[in-house]
């Protein structure tokens, strides 16, 4: 194109750009949910927009909120456009090729171990699986701020930026221009594309139209009063054959007026655009459920768990929330940098935002969904709605709901568990319910710990939902509940220790005596375990006490072995007050004769206050 301005792709986008379109991936339909995907976040942008500042809708056409499919034979392409906020010059640039985002080298690594294709849309780079199909991609976009510009690459290195000269004005949004590849014609079919907006798509909060060409009957007469009008105007006859045809069928059928076949195109509405969460919980498929939970999550296994809610009282709102299946790559890694808010706000069936920390804590922010309310207001901006006490009282009940929805199934499984013991089956919860909180447990259990350091109100709450191995659990997980049915008579504390593994912890001295006399200790083993029992002093009236601290107290002493212990410390003492003489270490508190050894000759332990030699070594490297 003469002018066009040409830009190298930012070099890991490049390599993206090069595994995708060499990719040998079968599933290749996941391109047209992600540029739906990507219209329907622009149609919520401007949508957003216009809350506050009308002007910028449009008028006409453009202030349409839809998004439109069409093939062109002529040019082979697969057209998909929006009148969404659309992309100025510099967005184009920026968006689509020279800035990197963090998800562009975590999936790359992910891709390179073998990972899914279909997680594109999770690490924020799905426009690009436009070229598992296409080999040359034009991206013209419209921004009120700007002209309207052509984006263009053949996915070389290398894409193209120039004023557009040559389509239509979109008044506003973006078309793509897809040119498919020859072993992509057969999403050159309006069946296919029907389909696949069905599989993906159909719960995308703006109508998707198809054009789809269709043969209606037209009656003869009206038919030749056209053909002597376009005969006036010089235009050749069409449709010759097709009129025989229509001509020998209406014989056939013995219809009184005589009609024939026309090609028209028209536009299909594809999709039931109302919002699922409006409709009542009874009325709404599993199938339905997990087809949106795909809408908004951009996640393609099913949810574990979902909630269809709607509040009542002086904040009304409507809520689906979900439990995915498996956390996102970042969630952990990124735990504290990026706030990942998978909640989706919409006031009044209006999306507003899914980046709203005052919607639910950052230790629950792997739950995806919506929260829709009538009682907040509309037309203010992101910033003043952040100060709505409203919002206050909706993560108030989101929480609870969440939690609620773990609690279930964590009750469901120690059911399960006890039956199994049992030997009952009678009512017992199906295989998958029994399953499903052991399935959280591996991937959201640190986000529950996470929750008992940061959520205090809730922190009996979670601690209930705590799963751990003990030296009498086996190879099964335990909960504290358990631990406190099996208490010895007497037991005053929730032993525990923590460490790398269960093997160690297990063989630890610390634990000797405790486990000699019959104690259950708990083995933690992950490095949050110890800064959870920071925060988690006791439970159900029972104290912890970590069996690597100096305090340490064997509760079933009797009178004899009291005496025991005050004779041998007696008779020690020279030896310790010598052995802490020659030590002459400042961080050497104390040396002590001490009875909770069975074997080994002497252990170094903790103060009270002091941090234990696990923790010393987590804070060493930083794990967390
Ligand atoms: P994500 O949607 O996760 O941000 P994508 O790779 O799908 O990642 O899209 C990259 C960016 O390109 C989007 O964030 C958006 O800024 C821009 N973009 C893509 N498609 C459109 C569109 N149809 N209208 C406006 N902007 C778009
Ligand atoms: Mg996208």
Same mark, same amino acid.
């Given at each position: 194109?003469?002018?066009?301005?040409?830009?190298?792709?930012? @070099?890991?986008v490049n390599r993206l750009m090069?595994?995708?379109?060499?990719?040998?991936?079968?599933?290749?339909?996941?391109?047209l949910r992600e540029l739906i995907s990507n219209a329907s976040d622009a149609l919520d942008k401007i949508r957003f927009l216009s809350l506050t500042d009308k002007e910028q809708l449009g008028t006409g056409e453009t202030s349409q909120l839809e998004i439109k499919i069409w093939l062109d034979p002529e040019t082979k392409t697969l057209n998909i456009r929006d009148r969404g906020i659309g992309m100025t010059k510099d967005d184009l640039i920026k968006n689509l090729g020279t800035i990197a985002k963090s998800g562009t080298s975590a999936f790359l690594e992910q891709m390179q171990k073998g990972g899914d294709m279909n997680l594109i849309g999770q690490f924020g780079v799905g426009f690009y699986s436009v070229y598992l199909v296409s080999d040359y991609v034009?991206?013209?976009?419209?921004?009120?701020?700007?002209?309207?510009?052509?984006? @263009?690459?053949?996915?070389?290195?290398?894409?193209?930026?120039?004023?557009?000269?040559?389509?239509?004005?979109?008044?506003?949004?973006?078309?793509?221009?897809?040119?498919?590849?020859?072993?992509?014609?057969?999403?050159?079919?309006?069946?296919?594309?029907?389909?696949?907006?069905?599989?993906?798509?159909?719960?995308?909060?703006?109508?998707?139209?198809?054009?789809?060409?269709?043969?209606?009957?037209?009656?003869?007469?009206?038919?030749?009063?056209?053909?002597? @009008?376009?005969?006036?105007?010089?235009?050749?006859?069409?449709?010759e054959?097709?009129?025989?045809?229509?001509?020998?069928?209406?014989?056939?059928?013995?219809?009184?007026?005589?009609?024939?076949?026309?090609?028209?195109?028209?536009?299909?509405?594809?999709?039931?655009?109302?919002?699922?969460?409006?409709?009542?919980?009874?009325?709404?498929?599993?199938?339905?459920?997990?087809?949106?939970? !795909?809408?908004?999550?951009?996640?393609?296994?099913?949810?574990?768990?979902?909630?269809?809610?709607? @509040?009542?009282?002086?904040?009304?709102?409507?809520?689906?929330?979900?439990?995915?299946?498996?956390?996102?790559?970042?969630?952990?890694?990124?735990?504290?940098?990026?706030?990942?808010?998978?909640?989706?706000?919409?006031?009044?069936?209006?999306?507003?935002?899914?980046?709203?920390?005052?919607l639910i804590p950052r230790y629950l922010s792997f739950v995806k969904g919506i929260v829709d309310s009538?009682?907040?207001?509309?037309?203010v901006s992101r910033e003043m709605l952040q100060q709505e006490a409203a919002l206050k009282t909706i993560k108030k009940k989101v929480v609870r709901k969440v939690l609620d929805m773990i609690r279930k199934m964590a009750e469901t499984e120690v059911k399960c568990k006890a039956m199994e013991e049992k030997g009952e089956t009678e009512d017992k919860p199906s295989e998958k319910d029994c399953g499903q909180y052991g399935k959280f447990w591996e991937q959201f259990g640190r986000a529950i710990k996470l929750g008992i350091i940061e959520d205090s109100t809730n922190r009996n709450r979670l601690a209930k939902l705590l799963r751990f191995h003990t030296s009498k659990s086996g190879d099964k997980l335990t909960?504290?509940?358990?631990?406190?049915?099996?208490?010895?008579?007497?037991?005053?504390?929730?032993?525990?220790?923590?460490?790398?593994?269960?093997?160690e912890v297990a063989a630890s001295p610390f634990v000797e005596q405790l486990l000699k006399k019959g104690y259950e200790v708990i083995f933690f083993?992950?490095?949050?375990?110890?800064?959870?029992?920071?925060?988690?002093?006791?439970?159900?009236?029972?104290?912890?006490?970590?069996?690597?601290?100096?305090?340490?107290?064997?509760?079933?002493?009797?009178?004899?072995?009291?005496?025991?212990?005050?004779?041998? !410390?007696?008779?020690?003492?020279?030896?310790?007050?010598?052995?802490?003489?020659?030590?002459?270490?400042?961080?050497?508190?104390?040396?002590?004769v001490s009875s909770r050894l069975a074997t080994t000759p002497c252990v170094v332990v903790t103060g009270k206050y002091g941090n234990s030699a696990n923790m010393e070594r987590i804070m060493r490297a930083q794990a967390f």
């Open positions: 194109r003469a002018g066009a301005e040409e830009f190298t792709f930012q @070099a890991e090069d595994i995708i379109i060499h990719s040998l991936y079968s599933n290749k339909d996941i391109f034009e991206v013209i976009s419209k921004h009120n701020d700007d002209t309207q510009y052509i984006w @263009a690459s053949t996915a070389d290195g290398s894409f193209s930026i120039s004023e557009d000269k040559e389509n239509e004005p979109l008044g506003r949004g973006t078309l793509i221009k897809i040119h498919l590849k020859d072993e992509a014609q057969e999403y050159a079919s309006e069946g296919k594309l029907k389909e696949l907006v069905h599989r993906y798509s159909e719960f995308i909060n703006f109508p998707i139209y198809l054009q789809t060409e269709k043969e209606v009957d037209v009656p003869v007469e009206e038919e030749e009063a056209k053909e002597e @009008a376009k005969e006036e105007e010089g235009e050749e006859e069409e449709d054959e097709g009129a025989e045809d229509a001509e020998e069928e209406t014989k056939e059928e013995e219809k009184p007026k005589a009609t024939r076949k026309e090609k028209r195109k028209e536009w299909d509405l594809l999709n039931d655009n109302k919002a699922i969460w409006l409709r009542k919980p009874s009325e709404v498929t599993e199938e339905e459920y997990q087809k949106f939970y !795909k809408a908004v999550s951009k996640d393609y296994t099913d949810a574990l768990n979902y909630s269809h809610f709607r @509040a009542e009282g002086d904040v009304e709102f409507r809520s689906i929330l979900y439990i995915p299946s498996i956390a996102a790559y970042d969630f952990y890694d990124k735990y504290y940098e990026k706030a990942q808010h998978g909640l989706k706000l919409y006031v009044r069936r209006v999306f507003i935002s899914d980046d709203m920390k005052e009538d009682t907040l207001p509309l037309n909960t504290l509940d358990e631990y406190i049915g099996r208490m010895k008579e007497g037991q005053k504390n929730i032993y525990y220790l923590a460490g790398t593994s269960k093997e083993t992950d490095v949050l375990d110890e800064y959870v029992m920071g925060h988690l002093l006791d439970y159900d009236d029972k104290k912890f006490a970590n069996a690597s601290k100096e305090d340490l107290k064997l509760t079933d002493k009797d009178e004899v072995e009291k005496k025991k212990d005050k004779e041998l !410390k007696e008779s020690f003492k020279d030896l310790t007050k010598w052995w802490k003489k020659v030590a002459d270490d400042k961080n050497l508190q104390n040396v002590k």
